[in-house]
């Protein structure tokens, strides 16, 4: 994490801040309705951790957003990085996607009780 903050301060200085979380797809709809941008990257058959921290700021210097999710690949999980100018902003962030999260969450989970 501390190389892919330091490159990433090299593309965009105002972003100081970074927090990793799982990814899936209803992560990438939670980010959305919480009112964030996000770019995705990969997945990869391979990759190493500085091919990571290339692909992902090279997304943050193409457009700026709120976050970058790596889509994984062999052996790799997919994560959501989540970026800011400081922890009070990431965590915000952090905890409206978790907010938006849990009531998709529930949707799903209403919707598959009364299909049954």
Do not use: W
Not at 82 to 88: A, E, K, L, R
């Amino acid at each position: 994490m501390g190389r892919l903050l330091l490159r990433v301060m090299a593309v965009r200085p105002q972003l100081r801040c970074v927090m990793n979380v799982k990814y899936d797809e209803v992560v990438g709809r939670a980010v959305s309705k919480a009112g964030l941008t996000m770019r995705k990257v990969g997945p990869q058959r391979e990759a190493d951790e500085r091919e990571i921290v290339e692909l992902v700021s090279s997304a943050l210097r193409e457009s700026p957003v709120d976050v970058v999710a790596h889509l994984g690949g062999v052996n790799l999980e997919p994560i959501a990085y989540v970026f800011g100018s400081d922890p009070i902003e990431v965590a915000g962030k952090v905890n409206a996607i978790a907010q938006e999260y849990a009531k998709l969450i529930s949707l799903a989970e209403l919707n598959r009780k009364s299909s049954v």
